[in-house]
């Protein structure tokens, strides 16, 4: 897997999107897989919370006939944390202060879920 690409997507997105403070990338099962976070946020900690709340928001999508699960977001009295499937094995956490634009957020997100999707499953070459 390509770490540096992953970088790049988060932080690209964190140029897009105003307000964005902090984005990392987590298996479902919470391991951390890449993070572009400030020196405050615990980076293993946020993937396993991030996973763990990801996976409540798919259960009850499922138990409610909701359909796929596309992505859910927290609000709290300093900003918002968005959580977004990535295909049925990752998910990408996006932490955003009050000011962020949370229609502008799903639009940029889309395409960035796309290319981390395809960076997570890209192989690689032998003896990497």
Request: aromatic letters at 2%; a negative charge; glycine letters at 10%.
């Amino acid at each position: 897997m390509d770490h540096e690409a992953l970088t790049l997507e988060m932080r690209s997105l964190r140029e897009q999107v105003t307000g964005i403070t902090d984005t990392a990338v987590a298996a479902c099962d919470g391991l951390l897989i890449a993070a572009d976070t400030a020196n405050s946020i615990d980076p293993e900690g946020l993937a396993a919370l991030a996973a763990a709340g990801l996976g409540l928001a798919r259960r009850t999508a499922q138990a409610t006939a909701r359909g796929t699960l596309r992505q859910t977001v927290t609000y709290g009295s300093h900003g918002c944390a968005a959580f977004y499937a990535v295909g049925d094995t990752a998910l990408m956490v996006v932490l955003g202060d009050e000011g962020m634009d949370v229609d502008r957020l799903h639009q940029a997100t889309q395409p960035a879920l796309d290319r981390i999707g395809s960076i997570l499953m890209a192989k690689q070459p032998e003896g990497v």
